[in-house]
């Protein structure tokens, strides 16, 4: 009886130390470079820039840079800070302002 109620305490334990310490691992699509700008600018007018690796602005074919829509809530930008910012991230292009913008779901700064 000893020897049963000592293996069945083992194994739950074993379960719930198990299960609880694993992190899920986010899955970045692109890579590419927050440029910087200007915070404070109304809709359409600027904004904080972004150029992603491989996928220029169709309709910006001059620089190729996005403006970000959104962000998640977690990520800060120090504007004072070095630019450019190297980061990971999945995004959906924005049809606002003529598909100008992107909406980020996650983003990582890469060091």
Same mark, same amino acid.
């Given at each position: 009886? %000893? ?15 198990? @299960? ?5 691992? &986010?899955?970045? %699509?692109? #890579? @590419? ?14 904004? #904080? ?13 001059? #620089? ?5 829509? #959104?962000?998640? %809530?977690?990520?800060? &930008? ?16 924005? %049809? ?7 909406? &980020? ?7």
């Amino acid at each position: 009886m %000893a020897r049963t109620l000592l293996f069945f305490l083992v194994f739950s334990c074993s379960l719930l130390f198990s @299960g609880s310490c694993k992190k899920t691992a &986010i899955s970045f %699509a692109d #890579t @590419g470079s927050i440029i910087g700008g200007d915070p404070r600018t109304g809709p359409c007018d600027g904004g #904080t820039f972004i150029q992603i690796d491989g996928h220029p602005n169709p309709n910006n074919p001059s #620089t190729g840079y996005y403006d970000i829509g #959104t962000l998640p %809530a977690s990520f800060h &930008i120090n504007y004072y800070g070095k630019f450019p910012i190297r980061v990971k991230l999945n995004y959906q292009v924005d %049809a606002k302002c003529g598909g100008n913008y992107v909406d &980020i779901s996650s983003i990582e700064q890469i060091n």
